[in-house]
């Protein structure tokens, strides 16, 4: 089962943020299948986002503060072609580990979409409107999963999210091994 | 209905007779690939699911290539390839090239294609988004994430989206101041970094089917940089000569219906085309090599499964023979065959290792090394707010190491030249 609501600050970023941004290739060599290793990428997440983009427009909102685990925000908001670059599952574990269980973007990139509805680690939602300038880092935001809805709390305003479509029943079954086994394709 | 080679593929590993873009099919997978930065995961994601005992559907059709952190002192960076040597133990794998032995190979995409591995018609899938090279040899060959892999590892099968295809044309011979790298960055500096995402691109004409297999494994490895599902390339005459020498494995050329529908078509003429880099910090940031010539540079760097290749060192050989660079270097062959070929190949009599070496460059063993930035003691990697030149995939902020360090991609002839003024320079300036 889903939740229906996940709310929490927005944190913001540009277009293209790749997966080298999202967790740098020196941080690769924990392993994720260790436990102890796997928080490691929380602490470290969007930790390659240049300054200047930090949780854009004064770009020096760090995502992670220093010699935290995990982040304060709750929602993660990019523009286009969110993802892109290496088929590091690391990346969305990354956004995951440091408490996120959602992401906006305007569209991804097809690797990084495939790792988080497959892993079972993010619920990818596309925008309709271009929402990375429409929203601020730190503003009070709500995901309704039931009505495809993203509240701002802090102006009041709503927006409609693009529904979930194909990736819908892995989501829900959690990831891709339960949708396999729901469905009948591994036993 | 007819079909491009990328749905014919699709459908013939899917029990189905025809499949049409947009449409979800799970397919049985031939080859599976994982290297030591996504190997332990994949791993620990197979096991988790299918059991600690559980064994991977077909040891043959798992190839498992260490390459990224091998040259470094990090320890974890060791510990990953002793996951990788545990796992290949326990399961008796045969296609495993282990650090250390007379197997070590060096770049995965590059590996796979010396060790036979990538062949027409199959359907290959890899821990690393560069596994779209292999398209180069006519086969559906994409990128995926340790879940996905796992899953493979247990069943055999994934399920994918059949992209629609985009075709790119390049009609006439390549000039000898371009290389294919010119053409893929031209291509992306085009559609830009989104520019195929969730497609298929295909590349044909003269231009193409004139290019050795190296330079169509270029074209296709940069296809995920336009954010492209698959590269692919029909085979012909090149691609079966060198699959045969490489494998006695059966396979099943696919080529184009005659009337299959493409999503878009660009047709190029390669007497248009000049040299161009990719300026920071995105591959379609493109600018002819011409309008940033005189640009300053700290670094050069030749390597990666993209540059690495021997091709790749033969043409910044030609440039580089008989002179000096003017910064500093790295010359890091992909796999071990490139390294011992560095001593084979001649230009007038003179090795390209004796080229290289008198040139003052920096020589590295077999690695994805720099490319990658990786461990802080990687050979090349950018630690501070360095200018490089590189004839790598991707200059992201922080790709090749630190976030204030500047990347231009570009040919081996355009890095060559480059290096040895040490600004950015065209290779028509230096023959």
Same mark, same amino acid.
């Given at each position: 089962?889903?939740?229906?609501?996940?709310?929490?600050?927005?944190?913001?970023?540009?277009?293209?943020?790749?997966?080298?941004?999202?967790?740098?290739?020196?941080?690769?060599?924990?392993?994720?299948?260790?436990?102890?290793?796997?928080?490691?990428?929380?602490?470290?997440?969007?930790?390659?986002?240049?300054?200047?983009?930090?949780?854009?427009?004064?770009?020096?909102?760090?995502?992670?503060?220093?010699?935290?685990?995990?982040?304060?925000?709750?929602?993660?908001?990019?523009?286009?072609?969110?993802?892109?670059?290496?088929?590091?599952?690391?990346?969305?574990?990354?956004?995951?580990?440091?408490?996120? #269980?959602?992401?906006?973007?305007?569209?991804?990139?097809?690797?990084?979409?495939?790792?988080?509805?497959?892993?079972?680690?993010?619920?990818?939602? #596309?925008?309709?409107?271009?929402?990375?300038?429409?929203?601020?880092?730190?503003?009070?935001?709500?995901?309704?999963?039931?009505?495809?809805?993203?509240?701002?709390?802090?102006?009041?305003?709503?927006?409609?999210?693009?529904?979930?479509?194909?990736?819908?029943?892995?989501? #829900?079954?959690?990831?891709?091994?339960?949708?396999?086994?729901?469905?009948?394709?591994?036993? | 209905?007819?079909?491009?080679?990328?749905?014919?593929?699709?459908?013939?590993?899917?029990?189905?007779?025809?499949?049409?873009?947009?449409?979800?099919?799970?397919?049985?997978?031939?080859?599976?690939?994982?290297?030591?930065?996504? =190997?332990?995961?994949?791993?620990?994601?197979?096991?988790?699911?299918?059991?600690?005992?559980?064994?991977?559907?077909?040891?043959?059709?798992?190839?498992?290539?260490?390459?990224?952190?091998?040259?470094?002192?990090?320890?974890?960076?060791?510990?990953?390839? %002793?996951?990788?040597?545990?796992?290949?133990?326990?399961?008796?794998?045969?296609?495993?090239?282990?650090?250390?032995?007379?197997?070590?190979?060096?770049?995965?995409?590059?590996?796979?294609?010396?060790?036979?591995?990538?062949?027409?018609?199959?359907?290959?899938?890899?821990?690393? $988004?560069?596994?779209?090279?292999?398209?180069? +040899?006519?086969?559906?060959?994409?990128?995926?994430?340790?879940?996905?892999?796992?899953?493979?590892?247990?069943?055999?099968?994934?399920?994918?989206?059949?992209?629609?295809?985009?075709?790119?044309?390049?009609?006439?011979?390549?000039?000898?101041?371009?290389?294919?790298?010119?053409?893929?960055?031209?291509?992306?500096?085009?559609?830009?970094?989104?520019?195929?995402?969730?497609?298929?691109?295909? +590349?044909?004409?003269? =231009?193409?089917?004139?290019?050795?297999?190296?330079?169509?494994?270029?074209?296709?490895?940069?296809?995920?940089?336009?954010?492209?599902?698959?590269?692919?390339?029909?085979?012909?005459?090149?691609?079966?000569?060198?699959?045969?020498?490489?494998? &006695?494995?059966?396979?099943?050329?696919?080529?184009?219906?005659?009337?299959?529908?493409?999503?878009?078509?660009?047709?190029?003429?390669?007497? %248009?085309?000049?040299?161009?880099?990719?300026?920071?910090? $995105?591959? &379609?940031?493109?600018?002819?090599?011409?309008?940033?010539?005189?640009?300053?540079?700290?670094?050069?760097?030749?390597? $990666?499964?993209?540059?690495?290749?021997?091709?790749?060192?033969?043409?910044?050989?030609?440039?580089?023979?008989?002179?000096? /660079?003017?910064?500093?270097?790295?010359? /890091?062959?992909?796999?071990?065959?490139?390294?011992?070929?560095?001593?084979?190949?001649?230009?007038?009599?003179?090795?390209?290792?004796?080229?290289?070496?008198?040139?003052?460059?920096?020589?590295?063993?077999?690695?994805?090394?720099?490319?990658?930035?990786?461990?802080?003691?990687?050979?090349?990697?950018?630690?501070?707010?360095?200018?490089?030149?590189?004839?790598?995939?991707?200059? +992201?902020? =922080?790709?090749?190491?630190?976030?204030?360090?500047?990347?231009?991609?570009?040919?081996?002839?355009?890095?060559?030249?480059?290096?040895? $003024?040490?600004?950015?320079?065209?290779?028509?300036?230096?023959?």
């Amino acid at each position: 089962m889903i939740k229906e609501k996940i709310s929490g600050k927005a944190y913001i970023l540009g277009d293209d943020i790749d997966t080298d941004q999202i967790i740098p290739a020196q941080y690769l060599t924990y392993n994720p299948a260790n436990a102890e290793e796997r928080k490691m990428f929380g602490k470290y997440a969007l930790i390659g986002v240049p300054e200047g983009k930090q949780g854009l427009p004064g770009g020096r909102t760090p995502f992670v503060t220093d010699g935290a685990m995990q982040s304060e925000f709750k929602v993660v908001i990019g523009g286009k072609n969110f993802g892109c670059g290496s088929s590091r599952e690391h990346a969305p574990l990354a956004i995951r580990e440091a408490g996120v #269980e959602i992401v906006i973007a305007e569209f991804y990139a097809r690797i990084f979409f495939r790792n988080c509805v497959n892993g079972g680690y993010l619920i990818p939602y #596309e925008s309709k409107d271009r929402l990375s300038e429409i929203i601020k880092t730190g503003e009070e935001v709500e995901v309704d999963i039931k009505h495809n809805l993203l509240r701002n709390h802090t102006t009041g305003k709503v927006y409609e999210l693009k529904p979930l479509g194909d990736i819908l029943p892995i989501i #829900e079954a959690g990831d891709v091994f339960k949708y396999a086994k729901k469905s009948g394709i591994i036993g | 209905m007819a079909m491009t080679i990328t749905e014919k593929i699709l459908a013939q590993h899917s029990g189905k007779s025809r499949v049409e873009p947009g449409e979800n099919i799970w397919v049985d997978v031939d080859v599976l690939m994982t290297h030591d930065v996504c =190997g332990p995961g994949t791993i620990g994601i197979f096991k988790e699911h299918f059991g600690k005992t559980a064994k991977v559907w077909d040891k043959q059709k798992v190839v498992i290539i260490p390459d990224h952190y091998i040259f470094t002192a990090d320890e974890k960076a060791h510990r990953n390839v %002793d996951i990788l040597r545990d796992f290949v133990k326990e399961q008796s794998l045969p296609n495993y090239y282990d650090v250390g032995t007379e197997k070590y190979k060096g770049v995965c995409h590059i590996a796979l294609a010396e060790e036979g591995h990538t062949r027409p018609g199959e359907i290959l899938l890899g821990t690393d $988004s560069h596994t779209c090279t292999a398209g180069a +040899f006519g086969e559906f060959a994409t990128g995926i994430g340790n879940t996905d892999a796992g899953f493979v590892l247990g069943t055999g099968k994934t399920w994918l989206k059949v992209p629609p295809t985009m075709r790119f044309v390049f009609e006439g011979k390549l000039p000898p101041y371009l290389m294919a790298k010119d053409l893929i960055l031209t291509i992306i500096g085009e559609i830009g970094v989104d520019g195929a995402t969730y497609r298929a691109m295909e +590349f044909a004409g003269e =231009g193409v089917h004139g290019l050795n297999i190296e330079e169509r494994m270029t074209l296709c490895n940069m296809v995920i940089e336009a954010g492209g599902k698959n590269g692919i390339i029909e085979p012909d005459k090149v691609t079966l000569d060198f699959v045969k020498s490489r494998t &006695d494995k059966p396979f099943e050329v696919v080529k184009n219906d005659p009337d299959a529908k493409y999503f878009y078509e660009r047709v190029f003429d390669l007497k %248009d085309l000049e040299p161009v880099v990719a300026k920071p910090h $995105s591959p &379609d940031n493109k600018a002819s090599v011409r309008e940033v010539a005189g640009t300053r540079l700290d670094r050069a760097y030749i390597g $990666s499964c993209t540059g690495g290749k021997i091709t790749d060192f033969i043409a910044a050989a030609r440039i580089l023979k008989g002179r000096q /660079v003017k910064i500093d270097t790295f010359v /890091v062959p992909a796999t071990t065959e490139v390294a011992c070929k560095l001593n084979e190949v001649k230009i007038d009599g003179k090795s390209l290792m004796d080229i290289f070496k008198e040139a003052g460059t920096v020589i590295g063993p077999a690695t994805c090394g720099a490319c990658l930035g990786g461990p802080i003691d990687t050979l090349g990697r950018l630690n501070k707010s360095e200018v490089c030149i590189s004839t790598t995939n991707r200059n +992201f902020p =922080g790709r090749m190491g630190s976030k204030s360090s500047q990347v231009y991609l570009a040919s081996p002839l355009t890095v060559a030249a480059s290096a040895i $003024s040490g600004k950015i320079t065209d290779p028509r300036d230096c023959v």
